[in-house]
RNA sequence: GGAGAGGUGGCCGAGUGGUUGAAGGCGCAGCACUGGAAAUGCUGUUUGGCGGCAACGUCAACGAGGGUUCGAAUCCCUCCCUCUCCGCCA
């Protein structure tokens, strides 16, 4: 959520930032008039409840003093506490109207973008920032899409799980759950090494919890919902992290807070008809160890480094060749001020592909879900940064190894850092 | 799901209509005392909105939302949560 302080008094500022995602796209101006008609509200309603306050203080002070709770005295001052009443029942409903608007209005906005973030409208001006691992990059010319070679392999079943559910499920059998299992313990124990605490959150979350990190209200279209329950399933463990401190003031020594998480995830995928239908990239259900970082503004910038690199580690480890690229305004997700990709190589379709994103939202959900901190010795509280990242997509690496380690007699080779975890070497 | 009890500040806990944003205690911070510390004493110690350069003023909040009243932490209604017992259950 945007500040409506900083709205008011610097709107060019603010609206030129916004610009910078999709220029025209964004218009602050009602927010503007509407604040402005609130705060008059308020001062008038203050007023009145000044007043009616000193009418009660009075009234309780000469009853107790002896005066006659029926003489006219306090007859009149009844009166009067009930004219102001009346006021009161024109204005306060107006007020609370008007401020619901400009907080679901105020709801809409995405994130301001870094002022490093580069300018751009659409994935195609996002800037590539390092490769890593040509060294890796398979010399074997008949690579097999990932979905042959499993369907060969006998791992994956699509059209029982289809039966099962719907389109866009999978179910991983014998060796290929087990690599997924391995790929979960393995990603879990490198970033605990790395110092995140492992959390094991609720996978449905309620409305609140949804619009603390920006997924509610623009793209409920995006979330299972469970109607009876007022419960979603989430999109990402991003959520339940984040949300685990709402509405809570941190100890600024507590900082910064560092989990990771393994849940399924579950997106509707409702916009991508059509894409990546073969496979296992885009799944309405999928595995992810999710990296989440709560921290001081301060070190929000260094910490978001940290963050990619912790990704990054494990692509390192597994030999996955990969690029690392930082998204453009016109294509940083709502609740992200500053957002690198990880994309690793998948050779069947000669591309990189995402297999991790890492935001930093700066206060932008620490404002929505209220998580403050407080530095010892001093008043006030201030909001956290919240920043979070795959590390990673469970199934997406799983297809990465599938082409990748694949060898010339139709087997795949299995990563020697799995293969503990694995107990065999070849799948 | 059924029956009962309860939700008050960082924590414990008082408070059943009237100058109560809230007694008392603990904790924490500052000051005093001390060679230093403990003990003791004094002072301070919730959050948010609006106005103000600030001091400060004012409004709101005692689980949430409504209602009664000149006035609600206190009375009424709805919902949520916690605990105990019963039922069901991985």
Same mark, same amino acid.
């Given at each position: 959520m945007l500040d409506l302080k900083q709205i008011r008094e610097n709107p060019t500022a603010i609206q030129e930032q916004l610009n910078r995602r999709?220029?025209?796209?964004?218009?602050?101006s009602p927010i503007l008039e509407l604040d402005r008609q609130q705060r008059e509200l308020e001062s008038i309603r203050t007023q009145l409840q000044t007043r009616s306050n000193e009418i009660g203080k009075e009234i309780g002070q000469k009853i107790k003093g /002896?005066?006659?709770?029926? /003489?006219s005295e306090i007859q009149a001052l009844k009166a009067e506490g009930n004219e102001i009443k009346t006021k009161l029942s024109e204005f306060e409903p107006q007020e609370k109207e008007i401020k619901s608007k400009i907080e679901s209005l105020l709801l809409q906005f995405p994130n301001l973008p870094s002022e490093s973030t580069p300018i751009g409208n659409? @994935?195609? @001006?996002n800037i590539e920032i390092r490769r890593w691992g040509e060294e890796y990059l398979p010399k074997n010319p008949n690579i097999l899409p990932h979905w042959e070679i499993g369907e060969k392999l006998g791992i994956f079943d699509f059209e029982r799980a289809v039966k099962v559910a719907r389109s866009r499920f999978v179910s991983l059998v014998g060796a290929g759950a087990a690599l997924e299992r391995a790929l979960i313990t393995f990603m879990l124990d490198r970033q605990i090494e790395a110092g995140y605490t492992e959390v094991i959150p609720p996978i449905l979350v309620n409305t609140q919890t949804l619009t603390g990190t920006g997924q509610l209200p623009k793209f409920a279209e995006e979330s299972f919902k469970c109607q009876e329950d007022d419960l979603w399933l989430i999109p990402t463990a991003e959520v339940p992290l984040t949300n685990l401190y709402r509405e809570e003031i941190l100890e600024a020594s507590s900082l910064p807070i560092k989990h990771c998480a393994y849940t399924p995830c579950f997106r509707r995928e409702a916009g991508s008809y059509g894409k990546d239908t073969r496979g296992i990239i885009r799944l309405h259900q999928f595995n992810k160890v999710e990296l989440v970082k709560i921290v001081h503004p301060d070190t929000s910038e260094e910490e978001h480094q940290s963050l990619v690199k912790d990704a990054e580690a494990i692509l390192q480890a597994l030999k996955l060749p990969y690029r690392v690229i930082e998204l453009c305004t016109g294509d940083i997700g709502f609740s992200a001020a500053k957002c690198y990709d990880i994309e690793v190589w998948l050779p069947s379709s000669g591309k990189y592909r995402e297999i991790s994103s890492c935001s930093n939202c700066k206060d932008f959900q620490g404002r929505r879900a209220s998580i403050r901190f407080k530095e010892a010795g001093k008043k006030g509280t201030k909001l956290v940064h919240t920043l979070n990242g795959s590390g990673l997509a469970v199934g997406r690496t799983m297809s990465a190894i599938l082409e990748n380690y694949q060898q010339e007699d139709g087997t795949v080779k299995i990563p020697e850092v799995l293969q503990q975890y694995m107990g065999r070497e070849v799948l």
């Amino acid at each position: 959520m945007l500040d409506l302080k900083q709205i008011r008094e610097n709107p060019t500022a603010i609206q030129e930032q916004l610009n910078r995602r999709s220029a025209d796209r964004y218009d602050i101006s009602p927010i503007l008039e509407l604040d402005r008609q609130q705060r008059e509200l308020e001062s008038i309603r203050t007023q009145l409840q000044t007043r009616s306050n000193e009418i009660g203080k009075e009234i309780g002070q000469k009853i107790k003093g /002896g005066s006659d709770p029926k /003489g006219s005295e306090i007859q009149a001052l009844k009166a009067e506490g009930n004219e102001i009443k009346t006021k009161l029942s024109e204005f306060e409903p107006q007020e609370k109207e008007i401020k619901s608007k400009i907080e679901s209005l105020l709801l809409q906005f995405p994130n301001l973008p870094s002022e490093s973030t580069p300018i751009g409208n659409s @994935e195609e @001006e996002n800037i590539e920032i390092r490769r890593w691992g040509e060294e890796y990059l398979p010399k074997n010319p008949n690579i097999l899409p990932h979905w042959e070679i499993g369907e060969k392999l006998g791992i994956f079943d699509f059209e029982r799980a289809v039966k099962v559910a719907r389109s866009r499920f999978v179910s991983l059998v014998g060796a290929g759950a087990a690599l997924e299992r391995a790929l979960i313990t393995f990603m879990l124990d490198r970033q605990i090494e790395a110092g995140y605490t492992e959390v094991i959150p609720p996978i449905l979350v309620n409305t609140q919890t949804l619009t603390g990190t920006g997924q509610l209200p623009k793209f409920a279209e995006e979330s299972f919902k469970c109607q009876e329950d007022d419960l979603w399933l989430i999109p990402t463990a991003e959520v339940p992290l984040t949300n685990l401190y709402r509405e809570e003031i941190l100890e600024a020594s507590s900082l910064p807070i560092k989990h990771c998480a393994y849940t399924p995830c579950f997106r509707r995928e409702a916009g991508s008809y059509g894409k990546d239908t073969r496979g296992i990239i885009r799944l309405h259900q999928f595995n992810k160890v999710e990296l989440v970082k709560i921290v001081h503004p301060d070190t929000s910038e260094e910490e978001h480094q940290s963050l990619v690199k912790d990704a990054e580690a494990i692509l390192q480890a597994l030999k996955l060749p990969y690029r690392v690229i930082e998204l453009c305004t016109g294509d940083i997700g709502f609740s992200a001020a500053k957002c690198y990709d990880i994309e690793v190589w998948l050779p069947s379709s000669g591309k990189y592909r995402e297999i991790s994103s890492c935001s930093n939202c700066k206060d932008f959900q620490g404002r929505r879900a209220s998580i403050r901190f407080k530095e010892a010795g001093k008043k006030g509280t201030k909001l956290v940064h919240t920043l979070n990242g795959s590390g990673l997509a469970v199934g997406r690496t799983m297809s990465a190894i599938l082409e990748n380690y694949q060898q010339e007699d139709g087997t795949v080779k299995i990563p020697e850092v799995l293969q503990q975890y694995m107990g065999r070497e070849v799948l």
